[in-house]
T-cell receptor
Framework: GESVGLHLPTLSVQEGDNSIINCAYSNSASDYFIWYKQESGKGPQFIIDIRSNMDKRQGQRVTVLLNKTVKHLSLQIAATQPGDSAVYFCAEESGGSNYKLTFGKGTLLTVNP | DAMVIQNPRYQVTQFGKPVTLSCSQTLNHNVMYWYQQKSSQAPKLLFHYYDKDFNNEADTPDNFQSRRPNTSFCFLDIRSPGLGDAAMYLC????????????????FGPGTRLTVL
């Protein structure tokens, strides 16, 4: 079946370094992608989204890159801070009449001071 | 300030004892969702309401029901909780179906952690 998955389940970085979290998706019909951050004991928090007609979108300290050729999505966090420690999920919406987000497995980002 | 509110944050119930989880929103969004999230796993959609229209996921057990009495509130009813139903239950909202208009996305509440004894 269609799925969204993550390459790395855990990522540990030093404070101040840049972080890159990757996500692979298999549904070529997907046209909208979202990155969520989930801190322990909290609900997912929207970080940034991107549509399939774009290949890059920037936010504050975050950049999402979309490569439709290889069906790959990445989240780049610049100057990673301890507050960035969380699980990061990519999610896709594949269009059609359903309103469903399909979430990837999640990557645990740990920022070491 | 909170936009999606879930009560209670922690719920303990006994095996087989019905339980209801509550979600309310101040965003006036048309769509409300319920997800189940087990430890170290991604959220899994149970069902959603688009206005008053209920949409159940094919693999959602019959044990799970939902009610949406008005735009602001949505309830998750677990008729006979089993040990396997222990999880975080997340409520989310979106103004409209995703990706169709603007940059609307799903906004999540803080979740209710359900323990089944």
């Amino acid at each position: 079946g269609e799925s969204v998955g993550l390459h790395l389940p855990t990522l540990s970085v030093q404070e101040g370094d840049n972080s890159i979290i990757n996500c692979a998706y298999s549904n070529s019909a997907s046209d909208y992608f979202i990155w969520y951050k989930q801190e322990s004991g909290k609900g997912p928090q929207f970080i940034i989204d991107i549509r399939s007609n774009m290949d890059k979108r920037q936010g504050q300290r975050v950049t999402v890159l979309l490569n439709k050729t290889v069906k790959h999505l990445s989240l780049q966090i610049a100057a990673t801070q301890p507050g960035d420690s969380a699980v990061y999920f990519c999610a896709e919406e594949s269009g059609g009449s359903n309103y469903k987000l399909t979430f990837g497995k999640g990557t645990l980002l740990t920022v070491n001071p | 300030d909170a936009m999606v509110i879930q009560n209670p944050r922690y719920q303990v119930t006994q095996f087989g004892k019905p339980v209801t989880l509550s979600c309310s929103q101040t965003l006036n969004h048309n769509v409300m969702y319920w997800y189940q999230q087990k430890s170290s796993q991604a959220p899994k959609l149970l069902f959603h309401y688009y206005d008053k229209d209920f949409n159940n996921e094919a693999d959602t057990p019959d044990n799970f029901q939902s009610r949406r009495p008005n735009t602001s509130f949505c309830f998750l009813d677990i008729r006979s909780p089993g040990l396997g139903d222990a999880a975080m239950y997340l409520c989310a909202t979106s103004r409209d179906p995703l990706a169709r208009r603007g940059t609307d996305t799903q906004y999540f509440g803080p979740g209710t952690r359900l323990t089944v004894l």
